[in-house]
């Protein structure tokens, strides 16, 4: 089963503006990452954030977790076209590695 | 360097047939995972290796099984192979628990 669900499912916005979508999940967590996939193609790592940390940046990435409610935002500032893709919370349930995604938000970015 | 590669990138096999599926980590990469992504869905967790041992198990049935070599490479099997199997099968391998995964591009096996 998944551990997390990302909202919206899908987000369609014009090139330049901001992206939001944001990931609940159930348990508690360790660590959450944020990855991108290309129309079915291999995942890549985007940002991790541990527990202890409430906001993340990374280029045009910026990240929150707020563990008292067991969210985390994903923000992507100026967006390109080249943006486009499924993005992907995912969450430990334990320590190690063993990470559980959630269900995807698909967007798309208006040229 | 290379990343995680997985081979081979594309499969059909018949149902009741046997797969296997291979993947190299990336070079110092102890640990390898192995996840199922259904179309339209999120990747599932099926296994993790760390030093060739078993780390994990998602909520797959015994027709899966995995292990990994001294050289940290993985194999995924599944044997009595099912409609429902078909799937990106996605391999992951990563240098420790506060780091991420570096993903394969997978194998798109489609059993017919």
């Known amino acids: 089963s998944q551990q997390g669900e990302e909202d919206p499912q899908a987000l369609s916005i014009q090139e330049g503006e901001n992206a939001t979508m944001n990931c609940s999940y159930k348990?508690?967590?360790?660590?959450l990452q944020w990855y991108r996939q290309n129309s079915g193609r291999g995942l890549v790592h985007l940002i991790l954030?541990?527990?202890?940390?409430r906001e993340k940046h990374s280029g045009r990435l910026r990240v929150t977790l707020d563990t008292s409610k067991k969210s985390s935002s994903l923000l992507i500032t100026a967006s390109r076209a080249a943006d486009t893709a499924s993005y992907f919370c995912a969450t430990d349930r334990t320590t190690g590695n063993q990470f559980y995604f959630g269900t995807g938000t698909s967007l798309t970015v208006i040229p | 360097d290379a990343g995680v590669t997985q081979s081979p990138t594309h499969l059909i096999k018949t149902r009741g047939q046997h797969v296997t599926l291979r993947c190299s980590p990336i070079s110092g990469h102890k640990s390898v995972s192995w996840y199922q992504q259904v179309l339209g869905q999120g990747p599932q967790f099926i296994f993790q290796y760390y030093e060739k041992e078993e780390r994990g198990r998602g909520n797959f049935p015994d027709r899966f099984s995995a292990r990994q070599f001294p050289n940290y490479s993985s194999e995924l099997n599944v044997n009595a192979l099912l409609l429902g199997d078909s799937a990106l099968y996605l391999c992951a391998s990563s240098s420790g628990q506060f780091y991420g995964y570096t993903f394969g591009s997978g194998t798109r096996l489609t059993v017919v």
């Open positions: 954030i541990r527990s202890n940390e």
């Open positions: 348990t508690s967590i360790n660590n």
